[in-house]
């Protein structure tokens, strides 16, 4: 399989607990996304990288919320002393930069208790 | 005002029915254009790309751009039970990567 993959699929956590997820983009893209998903609309942007480059952040992504892509390739997107609110599917993508055109994983879905 | 808009729906019609959804958006600066169909809890995956102003066709799917109106549209000719899913219209452009979505139509194409 050579498209995005994400892990894990699923991630039960009670309050205050902290989260981590995985995202393995496709090999030769050099860009990687994360976007936040909540049931009945489309994804919302988290942030970018270019290669270990972080390049772009929304106001989302408070600072509970860390993302890392530390060699440019897997990233890391951490979620510190979670709450209810940030239930969401959390995805990402990746793309080779000609077009804008993104590639999206399956997703991690996060509940939060 | 939200960047993108897309009716929600709920949308229902028949087998072999023509599908016709479709986006507004107020940013004059989207230069790249998606159609993304997502089944129930997995990712979206990328239907049309279309840069700019225009037509674009691929087997019964044809997705239309009008910058001048800002307004985006994707058909769908001869529609299956399996196009049936929530379809996401998506832009981006101005110098940013990020992709702007719509809230998403849902589909169903009933046998």
């Known amino acids: 399989d050579t498209g995005v993959s994400q892990d894990p699929r699923h991630k039960i956590t009670k309050r205050g607990q902290n989260v981590t997820f995985r995202c393995d983009p496709i090999s030769e893209h050099n860009r990687l996304y994360w976007y936040r998903q909540t049931l009945g609309q489309g994804p919302e942007f988290l942030t970018y990288f270019q290669n270990e480059a972080q390049l772009e952040k929304s106001r989302l992504l408070s600072d509970r919320f860390s993302a890392e892509r530390p060699k440019g390739s897997f990233s890391t997107l951490e979620i510190q002393r979670t709450e209810q609110g940030d239930s969401a599917m959390y995805l990402c993508a990746s793309s080779d930069g000609r077009g804008d055109t993104q590639y999206f994983g399956p997703g991690t879905r996060l509940t939060v208790l | 005002q939200k960047e993108v808009e897309q009716d929600p729906g709920p949308l229902s019609v028949p087998e072999g029915a023509i599908v016709s959804l479709n986006c507004t958006y107020s940013?004059?600066?989207?230069?790249?254009f998606m159609w993304y169909r997502q089944y129930s809890r997995k990712g979206p995956e990328l239907l049309m790309y279309t840069y700019s102003s225009g037509n674009k066709e691929d087997g019964r799917f044809t997705a239309q751009v009008d910058k001048s109106s800002k307004y985006i549209s994707l058909f769908i000719r001869d529609s299956q039970p399996s196009d049936s899913a929530t379809y996401l219209c998506?832009?981006?452009?101005?110098?940013?990567?990020?992709?702007?979505f719509g809230k998403g139509t849902k589909l169903t194409v009933n046998p």
């Open positions: 998506a832009m981006s452009g101005g110098g940013s990567e990020k992709l702007v």
């Open positions: 940013n004059s600066a989207f230069q790249y």
